[in-house]
């Protein structure tokens, strides 16, 4: 059990650029979270995913964000055209059916 | 709208002493989580809280859960300085309950 893992931990980009991010959940782990924390919240839920299938999207959410989990493993989170606004912290969280969840250790994105 | 409020949102205590922690949440739910995060680190979970009147135990903290009232206490006996941490809890909604957290409270514990 190597823990839940993302990529890359900071990326730094220009206004209007794309980033894409991956997770790594734990291996048997079907369920898949991501969030976006900035300072002084807590995190807030951007969509979930049971096995490849995306069963909920944040209403918050831009049509900027989108993401995938092509073969119910890893998972990739892409935002267009980024925006100053989109600079926080990108957490990825996965479990088991009613087991605990596990957070990775985040994508740390800045915006310029 | 989903709301979870915590509060204090910092507190600063000395060792040894107790305190409590409130968490409000504003929509029926039973599951309530607790979790703990570093400075600058990722979020551990401490408890998950299934029904009304659970109690759970780990170390110096106690979480417990009273859905009539939508609230959910941690509860830190004999604080120790390695207890310093910022402490989440989140309410459980929907078919999948999707955790919708609360902004966090800020622990510092001094010697």
């Known amino acids: 059990d190597t823990g839940v893992s993302q990529d890359p931990r900071h990326k730094i980009t220009k206004r209007g650029q794309n980033v894409t991010f991956r997770c790594d959940p734990i291996?048997?782990?079907?369920?898949l979270y991501w969030y976006r924390q900035t300072l002084g919240q807590g995190p807030e839920f951007l969509t979930y995913?049971?096995?490849?299938?995306?069963?909920?999207k944040s209403r918050l959410l831009s049509d900027r964000f989108s993401a995938e989990r092509p073969k119910g493993s890893f998972s990739t989170l892409e935002i267009q055209r980024t925006e100053q606004g989109d600079s926080a912290m990108y957490l990825c969280?996965?479990?088991?059916?009613?087991?605990?969840?596990?957070f990775g250790p985040g994508t740390r994105l800045t915006v310029l | 709208e989903l709301k979870v409020e915590q509060n204090p949102l910092f507190l600063s205590m000395q060792e040894g002493k107790n305190y409590t922690i409130y968490c409000n949440y504003s929509t029926t739910s039973d599951r309530l989580y607790w979790y703990r995060q570093d400075p600058g680190k990722s979020l551990e979970s401490l408890f998950v809280l299934l029904s009304n009147g659970a109690v759970k135990q780990e170390g110096r903290l106690m979480a417990s859960l009273d859905t009539k009232a939508r609230l959910s206490t941690l509860h830190i006996t004999a604080a120790v300085h390695d207890l310093s941490a910022t402490y989440f809890c989140?309410?459980?909604?929907?078919?999948?309950?999707?955790?919708?957290f609360g902004r966090g409270t800020s622990l510092i514990v001094h010697p």
């Open positions: 291996s048997e782990h079907n369920r």
């Open positions: 995913f049971q096995n490849e299938a995306q069963l909920e």
């Open positions: 989140a309410f459980g909604s929907g078919g999948s309950y999707i955790p919708t």
């Open positions: 969280a996965s479990r088991r059916p009613w087991g605990t969840q596990y």
